[in-house]
């Protein structure tokens, strides 16, 4: 494992800086109540996730978020067990990519699940540059986290946390053509390999017309693939107008 130096992801030798704007810093934020939810909902039996916390600190939530937290997670692992354990895919290599994954901690949860074969299974995280950092930061410096990946490394030029399975990386999905794709192939990435797409609370945040070409890649490049997409929907229930009110407040906050 290399040796992590702090950086700014802000210095003139990272890419991104340019051409990700601080308008940006709302939908950035999001990642933090996401985590923030995730370890309350764990904190009270919502939620089975011994690393959550590794990530972040404890705030109480409401019993609305916490369930809201609890369907939202149990939704997106049966998919991703049933993916790995169907007849399609069962004991043959797969991939799993996840878009603006976070301080999401899918990964490790699954590592700890014996009736999958994870050794067969590539993991792909991409973020923008700054959660990229903090989150490879953390894995990097956590014995419990880092023991589980092998031949780790991380680059704080290029942004990129590789492993032997799990790879974790920067960059913009508005420019998924010509950033993310290249990455992806450089990682690893086969296109005739069995693959599942997530993009969990993260589409919405993305113009439609580049979320089509996400799509049309995905669905014109890759062999067999299957995308999971989960995103907030019925803004004038009860959980939609709380949800509004969490992300206006980080909104807020930034103006």
Known sequence: MSDIKPRSPFSSQDSFSERISDSDKPVKDTFQDALSSRCSAASKGYLVDPYVSLFGLFQKKTPMINRGTYIRTRAVDDLVHKFLTSGVTKSQNTQIISFGAGMDTRY???????????????????????????????????????????????????????????????????LFNEELVPKLISLGFDSSTPSLFIAECVFVYIEPEKVDEILKWISSSTTFSVMVSYEQVLSNSSFGKMMISNLQVSIDSYL
Not at 114 to 124: G, P
Not at 151 to 162: E, G, K, R, T
């Open 108 to 174: 490790f949860n699954l590592l700890d699940d014996k009736s999958l074969e994870m050794d067969k299974v590539s993991y792909f995280e991409v973020d923008f540059p700054e959660i990229v950092q903090q989150k490879s930061q953390i894995i990097s410096k956590n014995p419990e986290l880092n023991s589980k990946l092998l031949n780790l490394d991380f680059d704080p030029v290029s942004c990129i946390l590789n492993s032997q399975h799990f790879k974790l990386f920067a960059g913009d999905l508005r």
